[in-house]
Every structure is written in structure tokens, then in C-alpha cells.
């Protein structure tokens, strides 16, 4: 899964209202964490338009969290970061509003 990609909940999706709400809008921002029984591009961090940001499944197991979402007409672009300052986790969002031709 690409990053910068658009997407919402998929169709095995398990995790409540972390999007924001069945029909919200994320981001992916970096590749998932990976651990002994799973590769590296079997999950992705999304950050949601809520300024959430966790990690999903995008193959996982044979699961996927994610569905790709297409707005392109829409013009409306948001990436967010993980930035450690002074020791504390904080969540860097920014919103960019424009219009693609």
C-alpha cells in the first residue's frame, strides 16, 4: 500500500471508532510494525483526518483493514507524523487544502 494513499475501514475491519466513524478518511503515512509471524508490508500506520494514528492490517493473516478511498476531485491532502520532542511522543498533523488538476 502506497503512502500518501486515501483509504477507509475494509471489510475486516475489528477496531471500533478508532477511524473516527464508519465513512472517515485516513492517511497512510509509514510502513506497519513488524514482529516474528508478520513482514514488514503486511500492515501500514494510518492517520486518520481525527489526527488518530495506528497500525492496521493490509494482509496481515490474510486480513484487511483498509479499504483504498478515491478523491482525487476533492483536492484535499493530509499527512501527520510522529515526532519525539523532549522525551514525549507527539502527534504532528498538518492539513493541506488544495486542488488537484
Same mark, same amino acid.
Given at each position: 500500500?502506497?503512502?500518501?494513499?486515501?483509504? !477507509? #475501514?475494509?471489510? =475486516?475491519?475489528?477496531?471500533?471508532?478508532? $477511524?473516527? *466513524?464508519?465513512?472517515?478518511?485516513?492517511? &497512510?503515512?509509514?510502513?506497519?510494525?513488524?514482529?516474528?509471524? !508478520? #513482514?514488514?508490508? =503486511?500492515?501500514?500506520?494510518?492517520?486518520? $483526518?481525527? *489526527?488518530?494514528?495506528?497500525?492496521?492490517? &493490509?494482509?496481515?493473516?490474510?486480513?484487511?483493514?483498509?479499504?483504498?478511498?478515491?478523491?482525487?476531485?476533492?483536492?484535499?491532502?493530509?499527512?501527520?507524523?510522529?515526532?519525539?520532542?523532549?522525551?514525549?511522543?507527539?502527534?504532528?498533523?498538518?492539513?493541506?487544502?488544495?486542488?488537484?488538476?
Amino acid at each position: 500500500m502506497q503512502f500518501g494513499l486515501r483509504v !477507509v #475501514r475494509g471489510v =475486516d475491519w475489528k477496531w471500533g471508532e478508532q $477511524d473516527g *466513524g464508519e465513512g472517515h478518511v485516513g492517511t &497512510v503515512v509509514k510502513p506497519g510494525m513488524q514482529s516474528c509471524d !508478520v #513482514r514488514l508490508n =503486511d500492515t501500514v500506520f494510518v492517520c486518520w $483526518d481525527s *489526527g488518530q494514528l495506528a497500525n492496521y492490517r &493490509v494482509g496481515c493473516h490474510d486480513a484487511y483493514d483498509l479499504y483504498q478511498f478515491d478523491n482525487a476531485a476533492g483536492g484535499l491532502y493530509a499527512l501527520c507524523s510522529l515526532s519525539v520532542i523532549n522525551n514525549t511522543h507527539q502527534l504532528v498533523y498538518y492539513l493541506i487544502l488544495g486542488f488537484f488538476k
